[in-house]
């Protein structure tokens, strides 16, 4: 059995001035190895700790019909051994190290990361380079993990009701786009996902030039360039698979489910299709619609907690959210919870919530409700800074949707940028019942239908 190296390296620094983020660029540092692997390395030298992140560009908006879960399957698989180690053997390394350590799979990536102190970050590099295209995947493994995944979906999912009712709500706002999938999977298709479909996405996906190595901390480029040449370089470039946006019909079909769940009280989901900045043929309108998520939903002044909630006491919950950093068409989601003891209906919320879109469309937020706003998400971006793997993440998600990693540095300028009209402009052209999902979720003991 062959053993990792311990060797040293790395680095990254970025600083924070009272009221917006610093240009970090000049800590930052990006180049690519003749494999394609794309490399950024970033700077911060506060604590003598690194992350490291490998971000493969394969989600489950890549899996094709029948084939649903099985790049969250394949996550979990690759924790069972490689050429040099056995199963679970790299966790026990490197938890004798004090090193924390996961993965996580989304719709549009996957990603596997390391926190350990710096002077072993090589053995992050060696483990990962090494199951990169030297994984296992033995079938006895296999068959229990499957078992593991199935336990998964019923906890999460299918025992949640909450959870089943967003996930069906998902497959009837995105008509056209793999968004509709579940990343766990739909369970019909977890049952029979096989070894060798699973050794055959690893196969298509699992390549340098379909990866990007995020490696942030208290490391300097110099020690980490010859590292990852060394563990990485000698891996063959191997196909890249094409990168298609996952788009959906614009408009056109106006949706509404009515679902009879075993939930506690009935609530109200709207989703409106609408672009995300990988999208958008207009940036401006993408960074409109986050600061109108903001406007509606950015703390207890914000217009649905102190208008819904405690002003006029319609819901109990009133929520708005929108994904701004996918690699296909978002969604902007309101949602809600009405006010029983009010005997406040489904169709009331829906109408107050309206009531608060209309009221976007036709008259501007005033200048200081906007700069509260841009202030809250400016201030979040510089509170996410201040962690090392907050950075990591941020720059891969970036990087793995096709975006820039230099965004972080350019953000706050353009939320500022967004004037009072433009907002509500975005709100006149994006929620809109054209582009409209409704969701009904009633309690299973419900007599009669909510209209």
């Known amino acids: 059995m062959h053993r990792l190296r311990i060797l040293l390296s790395l680095a990254v620094l970025v600083t924070f001035s009272s009221t917006a983020p610093a240009n970090t660029a000049q800590n930052t540092h990006e180049f690519q190895l003749d494999n394609g692997l794309r490399v950024i390395v970033r700077e911060d030298h506060r604590a003598p700790v690194v992350v490291s992140q490998l971000w493969y560009r394969v989600g489950s908006s890549h899996e094709p019909p029948g084939q649903t879960g099985i790049s969250h399957a394949l996550e979990h698989m690759m924790f069972k051994g490689s050429s040099k180690l056995e199963p679970g053997e790299a966790s026990r390394l490197l938890g004798s190290l004090g090193a924390e350590e996961n993965a996580f799979t989304s719709r549009d990536y996957t990603a596997y990361y390391q926190v350990l102190g710096n002077e072993h970050l090589a053995i992050a590099l060696e483990m ?19 078992e593991v995944i199935k336990e998964e979906r019923r906890l999460r999912v299918d025992d949640n009701p909450n959870s089943l009712a967003f996930e069906r709500f998902m497959t009837q706002a995105y008509m056209a786009s793999p968004y509709a999938q579940p990343v766990i999977g739909w369970m019909h298709d977890i049952e029979r996902l096989t070894v060798d479909d699973l050794r055959a996405w690893y196969d298509t996906h699992y390549h340098p030039g379909n990866a990007i190595l995020v490696i942030v901390g208290d490391v300097r480029l110099t020690d980490v360039r010859p590292l990852v040449q060394q563990y990485f370089g000698p891996i063959p470039a191997g196909p890249v698979p094409e990168q298609k946006a996952p788009l959906e019909i614009p408009g056109g079909a106006e949706r509404f489910i009515t679902q009879r769940l075993e939930v506690q009280l009935p609530s109200l989901a709207l989703g409106f299709n609408v672009p995300s900045l990988s999208t958008a043929e207009e940036a401006w309108e993408v960074h409109a619609l986050r600061l109108l998520s903001g406007i509606l939903d950015g703390g207890y002044s914000a217009r ?26 978002s969604l902007f989601f309101l949602s809600g919870v009405p006010n029983q003891s009010r005997n406040i209906s489904l169709e009331q919320l829906e109408a107050a919530l309206w009531q608060e879109i209309d009221e976007l469309k036709n008259t501007p937020p005033d200048a200081i409700e906007l700069s509260r706003v841009k202030t809250q998400l400016i201030a979040s971006d510089v509170y996410a800074r201040d962690s090392i793997t907050q950075q990591a993440t941020q720059i891969g998600q970036f990087e793995s949707v096709g975006l820039s990693w230099t965004l972080l540095d350019t953000d706050a300028a353009a939320l500022e940028a967004i004037t009072p009209e433009q907002v509500s402009e975005a709100a006149r052209r994006y929620l809109v019942r054209e582009r409209l999902t409704r969701a009904h979720t009633l309690p299973a003991n419900t007599a009669e239908e909510l209209n």
């Open 128 to 146: 990962e380079a090494d199951r990169m295209r030297s994984a296992r995947l033995p079938e006895d493994e296999f068959l229990r993990e499957m």
């Open 304 to 329: 649905l907690a102190s208008r819904l909630e405690r002003g006029e006491a319609i819901a109990t919950s009133a929520s708005a959210s929108y994904s701004a950093f996918n690699r296909g068409d």
